[in-house]
């Protein structure tokens, strides 16, 4: 091998092994402790989540020239979730989720209509992407303490999944919430902004249809104690929540009267200014990218092996 193939072989290694490296090590983790106790004795570590079903309710805010479908329409989408079993590899993990203790999280984001389609049997689709948002926060994640409350939050009403009460500070706080492990509502433990939002929705007829999104959220803030496996906390690579599911009507029967924040949710497209939908979705963890590489290329070193493949 010549000078030459000698160089790109490692420039090759040196941009191409890490990555080849990422690819297949297995999905990154996130541990929960139900104790706060910083995972030291107790912990629960898995790479998904799944949620019980539960109702979130859109808003049409304005724009699109009084249009809630036209495009540039901004619509503000408010949802509860309760995490119902966590896995691991692909295996489903026992313990003592929605036993002992709860994750639970409420949602509060904006999107804007990017495009509108009718087909010829006048079935309507709209789908949707990311738009300036509201709140300075748009996901908060919730433990809570079961075995303490004898209480556990659920889409039909009980905890602060009824009626729920007034936003106060960041996106909301249900009854409990912030007070300690104990409480009705649970501690809170990360916060999370919405980085990008794809979805859409297929009305078939009113009160009817589908949809599907694909939401990213950045952890912003995240309590040690709790939650170990994230990179603001030193203690992991992963950066992101990756939140996906499907939203359906008609709503589930057991569906609540309100939201987390008191938003009405309503029973059929459009009651009320509000339409309601049943939400099924999962969560994925995503890395930070890779500080090597971005290192690398940052210093230029690079550079040097790029005159040498010249010469």
Not at 164 to 187: F, L, M, R, Y
Request: proline letters at 4%.
């Amino acid at each position: 091998m010549n000078m030459k193939h000698k160089t790109i072989a490692a420039a090759c290694w040196l941009l191409c092994g890490s990555a080849l490296t990422s690819s297949a090590q297995a999905n990154p983790t996130l541990s929960d402790d139900p104790n706060g106790g910083g995972c030291v004795t107790t912990c629960v570590t898995a790479d998904n989540w799944t949620n019980a079903n539960n109702t979130g309710s859109d808003t049409y805010v304005g724009g699109g020239g009084g249009n809630p479908f036209a495009v540039g329409a901004v619509h503000e989408f408010t949802t509860q979730l309760s995490v119902s079993s966590q896995q691991l590899n692909g295996l489903t993990l026992g313990g003592s989720l929605n036993s002992d203790y709860e994750i639970t999280r409420i949602l509060k984001f904006r999107d804007e209509v990017t495009g509108t389609s009718v087909n010829g049997s006048g079935v309507g689709t709209v789908t949707f992407g990311t738009a300036p948002q509201a709140n300075s926060v748009q996901m908060e994640v919730y433990i809570d303490k079961i075995s303490t409350t004898g209480t556990q939050a659920n889409a039909s009403g009980t905890d602060c999944y009824g009626n729920g009460d007034a936003a106060i500070g960041g996106i909301g706080v249900c009854a409990g919430h912030g007070s300690g492990v104990g409480t009705d509502g649970g501690i809170l433990v990360a916060k999370l902004n919405l980085i990008q939002s794809i979805s859409s929705f297929t009305a078939f007829q009113p009160g009817l249809g589908t949809g599907s999104f694909d939401l990213l959220f950045k952890y912003t803030w995240a309590d040690p104690a709790f939650l170990k496996g994230l990179a603001i906390l030193g203690n992991g690579t992963i950066g992101y929540d990756r939140l996906v599911g499907t939203i359906a009507q008609p709503l589930q029967t057991n569906h609540p009267g309100h939201m987390w924040d008191g938003t009405p949710t309503g029973d059929v497209l459009g009651s009320g200014g509000h339409t309601a939908f049943t939400v099924i979705s999962g969560d994925s963890f995503e890395p930070l990218p890779e500080p090597g590489t971005l290192a690398l290329l940052s210093l230029g070193l690079l550079a040097p092996l790029a005159r040498r493949v010249k010469k």
